[in-house]
């Protein structure tokens, strides 16, 4: 394991994930709901009366959020490398798998285990592990 | 009314943190899964700043059963680690490493208007319709 010190950047992400922790605290404490993105925006395919508002709310926040961050500041580097027919695969195994585990990156990373929640604690450490591996076998193995 | 002005807000400060802290950039990202390669471990920074802002509200309303808006607490109970939680999360995992994107991101970056960005959302959104089709056969046949 090599650290690519020209890469790292703690205080961006440190301000970023206490912004990140703010929202779902925000969320939770005004809510009394888990900022989980994948639930929110997969629960929209699954309407219920009265459900409908505050999840396009929530996503329409997170698409708005480039617009947000413009009247500030230009946007930091953005740099898709993944080839279309990836980028449709991928899509596919994440918005099924986000699923079927019943969250994702937020709902079981920042706010499952900010709740100390077992459940999400098992789910965050299997998609690291295959996040991991996936990069792992096609960078290293398969040299792409 | 204010309770999806609320979700909105979450949403949006959650997106700004999201590009703030570099987890919407997929090239930064996969610089993070490749722990074999020159490894950037800024994105453990995220979580652990998420963590460490959010922790506090979840404690909060763990005892109570209304928001400080008046709305009913609706945050997950302890549910069991099963086969569903960890291979879905697999999945998800694999489509991570793929392209570098989690839910959250996808919607900051078809905020962007990124072709590719909106691609992915696209396929994801189809992963959800994938497993609200599969879970519908499911519950209607329990045999399966």
Redesign the interface.
């Known amino acids: 394991?090599?650290?690519?010190w020209n890469?790292?950047?703690?205080a961006?992400?440190?301000?970023?994930?206490?912004?990140?922790?703010?929202?779902?605290?925000?969320?939770?404490?005004?809510?009394?709901?888990?900022?989980g993105?994948?639930g929110i925006?997969?629960g929209l395919?699954?309407p219920q009366g009265g459900d409908i508002?505050?999840?396009v709310?929530?996503?329409?926040?997170?698409?708005?959020?480039?617009?947000?961050?413009m009247l500030l500041s230009g946007?930091?580097?953005?740099?898709?490398?993944?080839a279309?027919p990836?980028?449709?695969?991928?899509?596919?195994?994440?918005?099924?798998?986000?699923?079927?585990?019943?969250?994702?990156?937020?709902g079981?990373?920042?706010?499952g285990?900010?709740?100390l929640?077992?459940?999400s604690l098992?789910?965050?450490l299997?998609?690291?592990?295959?996040?991991?591996?996936?990069?792992?076998l096609?960078?290293?193995v398969a040299g792409a | 009314m204010l309770?999806?002005?609320?979700?909105?807000?979450?949403?949006?400060?959650?997106?700004?943190?999201?590009?703030?802290?570099?987890?919407?950039?997929?090239?930064?990202v996969?610089?993070f899964?490749?722990?074999?390669?020159?490894?950037?471990?800024?994105?453990a920074?995220?979580?652990?700043?998420?963590?460490?802002?959010?922790?506090?509200?979840?404690a909060?309303?763990?005892s109570r059963t209304?928001?400080?808006?008046g709305?009913?607490?609706?945050?997950?109970v302890?549910?069991?680690?099963d086969r569903?939680?960890?291979?879905?999360?697999?999945?998800?995992?694999?489509?991570?490493?793929?392209?570098?994107?989690?839910?959250?991101p996808?919607?900051?970056?078809?905020?962007?208007a990124?072709a590719?960005?909106l691609?992915?959302?696209?396929?994801?959104?189809?992963?959800?319709?994938?497993?609200?089709f599969?879970?519908a056969r499911r519950r209607s046949d329990p045999v399966a």
Request: glycine share 14%.
């Open positions: 394991m090599a650290i690519d890469a790292f950047t703690p961006s992400a440190l301000a970023g994930g206490a912004l990140i922790g703010a929202a779902a605290a925000l969320f939770a404490v005004l809510n009394g709901r888990i900022a993105i994948s925006l997969g395919l699954r508002a505050w999840r709310a929530f996503v329409a926040g997170l698409v708005a959020a480039p617009a947000g961050y946007l930091p580097e953005i740099r898709i490398d993944a279309y990836a980028l449709v695969a991928a899509g596919l195994l994440v918005g099924a798998g986000t699923r079927f585990g019943a969250g994702c990156t937020s079981h990373g920042v706010c285990i900010s709740r929640s077992p459940r098992v789910a965050t299997a998609f690291m592990a295959a996040g991991f591996a996936t990069v792992y096609l960078r290293h | 309770y999806t002005f609320t979700a909105f807000l979450a949403g949006l400060v959650f997106g700004v943190g999201l590009i703030v802290a570099g987890m919407a950039n997929p090239a930064k996969l610089g899964l490749d722990v074999a390669g020159a490894w950037d471990p800024s994105l920074l995220v979580m652990g700043g998420a963590i460490a802002a959010g922790a506090g509200a979840f909060l309303m763990r209304r928001t400080l808006l709305a009913p607490v609706l945050l997950p302890a549910g069991k680690i569903r939680l960890v291979l879905g999360s697999l999945v998800f995992g694999i489509g991570w490493g793929l392209a570098g994107i989690c839910p959250g996808a919607l900051v970056l078809a905020g962007t990124s590719k960005g691609a992915f959302l696209a396929a994801l959104l189809a992963g959800n319709a994938l497993y609200e599969l879970d």
